[in-house]
């Protein structure tokens, strides 16, 4: 674990660090939600901050302001399977995500999702790999 992490972030913490910290979460994953894919509003910790989870980036994902309310203190993989929107390389990317493998956490979500990278293309190029499907 990255104890050290967590302190440093809590002691020395003035606010902007902070704030960088949660805007470079979103960052990773193009800010949307890492279980839904919808935008993330809001940092969901993996591991409840009540069962000891700590304020560090495996611990922290970006979640939707509605399934981090849903999720609530439940563990985040068991919760996660019971959704509507499950997806088992999102699942993936979850694992990856608390194992400290952002590269490949963020990989499995570019493959859950592969329109994150894309923004900036064009209606037409969606509408060729949607004939292509
Ligand atoms: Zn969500």
């Not at 563990?75 to 490949?104: C, H, S, T, V």
């Not at 969606?126 to 004939?131: A, I, L, Q, R």
Request: proline share 5%; charged share 30%; glycine share 4%.
């Amino acid at each position: 674990m990255h104890i050290s992490d967590a302190v440093f972030l809590e002691d020395l913490c003035p606010k902007f660090r902070l704030r960088q910290w949660r805007k470079s979460i979103h960052k990773f994953t193009g800010k949307s939600c890492i279980y839904c894919g919808k935008p993330s509003e809001s940092i969901d910790h993996v591991l409840p901050q009540s069962q000891g989870g700590l304020n560090t980036t495996e611990n922290c994902v970006p979640a939707c302001l509605s399934c981090n309310g849903d999720k609530s203190d439940e563990n985040a993989l068991q919760w996660y399977r019971r959704q509507k929107f499950y997806d088992p390389r999102r699942a993936m990317a979850i694992r990856a995500w608390l194992e400290g493998d952002l590269r490949l956490a963020i990989r499995l979500l570019q493959w859950a999702n592969p329109k994150l990278n894309r923004n900036k293309r064009s209606y037409s190029d969606d509408e060729n790999d949607y004939k292509a499907a």
